[in-house]
């Protein structure tokens, strides 16, 4: 083969890598991608098989509106849903949907965000294999997209539907492109070893024009052991003989640079002993100032931790106080706007409590008033909230709760409290305390919702006391 080194190497590692890389490496790529492709579509056709036989329509046709997220099919098929999701981290989002005519509209939406579908929300995108899936399952060919993100899904009819309803299957797009992103590193590793072969190729054909490099490196190897004064006696002809020269100038230049450098190192070296005397001395200094500034910061902690907690917490009971159980007021309907949540008020007063303070002193009123909240809270669930809202008066916040389960636990505290006595100062004490319990309704403002406890507690105690009294809807 005539033509330089140069050439003659290109030319077979091109050989090489069109040999190996250009068949083998795109033939392995396209049967992994198309065998991970029918997988993932296999994934998705079995999941939503699954996911539809655990649904019956019959249990969904009462839910058509926004309104009928309060319905207990409609809690029940959400929370399946969203247990569906959490056991497979692969989807994204499961959904049911429900077709009249020809609209497709949400029926129960499993998505976690402000983008959740509410029922009735008409389903506008063009899905073909959609409409295939309210009478079987289907699954989309390619990734499509929608206002909620790109996803590849799967359809399937539901127990019962007659081809009215389905349960849909997302999965996300960037899973999926994560999947072949790891197909494509094997393509490459592919490559890799198709390149690695292409050298190993070009080495063994190239091995008899290499003798003359060998000098070069056994020359620069000496070099590099720092055998500067070693120099290539031989010279080659050819394209070789410059290169030979090369590395001889580039010794005689080393040998002068390495002189030079043993004496700048011993400059340096001086210079570094004094820098780092240097260097300690602040050091210390930064350390000692650093220590102070850490002190001062933690102290600064403390007292703010302790202004915190006087602004929030009431000193003799321990429980929150009138401003903070405002504010969890206002978180709480807050939620209750973005999420439809119920949630109920409670206002306690210890019946005759004048009385104990008239009779047995401040002192007994006030273990009263602690033994009381111990026992409240312990009677709690650990979401909701409980504040002594001014003297022998505490209030209730029950978070998910309706008016009605809001009188259950009332009753509860005001049983516990009647039937168990109390003891102060080894005298045993029998009290009662009466409730006013009150739910939120929609467009009812914070101050209006306590008024209406307020009003039930006073009805409580118009009728005898040791007593709870619900405050009526829609007054």
Not at 216 to 242: D, M, Q, W, Y
Not at 331 to 343: G, S, T
């Amino acid at each position: 083969m005539r033509g330089s080194l140069g050439l003659k190497l290109f030319l077979s590692h091109v050989f090489a890598v069109l040999l190996v890389a250009g068949s083998v490496g795109a033939l392995f790529f396209s049967i992994a991608y198309e065998i991970s492709n029918l997988a993932l579509r296999d994934k998705l056709q079995t999941a939503v098989a699954i996911a539809s036989q655990s649904f019956d329509a019959n249990d969904l046709r009462k839910i058509e509106s926004p309104s009928d997220v309060r319905l207990p099919e409609y809690r029940k098929a959400l929370t399946d849903l969203r247990n569906m999701e959490r056991i497979n981290p692969d989807i994204a989002f499961l959904y049911i949907m429900k077709r009249k005519g020809s609209s497709i509209a949400f029926v129960v939406d499993s998505d976690y965000s402000d983008k959740q579908a509410l029922p009735g929300q008409e389903y506008t995108a063009h899905m073909p294999e959609m409409v295939k899936g309210f009478s079987s399952i289907a699954v989309d060919k390619e990734i499509l997209g929608d206002q909620w993100g790109h996803f590849l899904s799967a359809y399937a009819p539901i127990k019962n539907g007659f081809g009215e309803f389905l349960v849909g299957v997302d999965m996300r797009a960037d899973e999926i492109y994560a999947k072949f992103h790891r197909l494509r590193v094997a393509a490459i590793l592919s490559l890799v070893g198709a390149v690695l072969t292409a050298f190993l190729f070009s080495r063994a054909f190239s091995g008899w024009v290499i003798r003359p490099i060998r000098m070069v490196l056994e020359s620069c190897s000496a070099i590099a052991r720092g055998n500067l004064s070693h120099r290539i006696a031989e010279t080659p002809t050819g394209e070789f003989a410059k290169l030979v020269s090369a590395v001889n100038n580039l010794a005689s230049s080393l040998e002068f640079s390495e002189k030079k450098k043993q004496e700048a190192f011993t400059d340096l070296q001086r210079s570094r002993d004094e820098l780092e005397i240097r260097v300690k001395q602040r050091t210390m200094d930064l350390r000692e100032v650093n220590n102070k500034l850490s002190y001062e910061i933690s102290q600064r902690i403390i007292a703010q931790q302790a202004l915190q907690e006087a602004a929030t917490i009431d000193p003799l009971t321990g429980l929150y106080n009138r401003r903070a159980i405002l504010d969890r007021i206002k978180q709480e309907f807050a939620r209750n706007k973005r999420y439809a949540a119920p949630f109920s008020i409670i206002v306690a007063d210890i019946d005759h409590f004048k009385g104990i303070n008239d009779s047995k002193g401040h002192d007994a009123g006030d273990s009263v008033l602690v033994e009381m909240s111990v026992r409240m809270r312990g009677m709690l669930r650990s979401m909701d909230a409980l504040a002594r809202w001014g003297g022998e008066e505490f209030l209730l916040l029950l978070p998910d709760t309706t008016l009605e389960n809001g009188m259950l636990v009332a009753e509860k505290i005001r049983s516990r409290i009647c039937d168990s006595p109390f003891f102060v100062r080894g005298e045993e004490l029998h009290i009662s305390s009466s409730f006013g319990v009150a739910e939120h309704e929609p467009e009812m403002e914070n101050e209006a919702l306590i008024k209406k406890a307020d009003e039930a507690l006073y009805r409580a105690k118009e009728l005898g006391r040791n007593r709870s009294v619900a405050a009526p809807r829609g007054e």
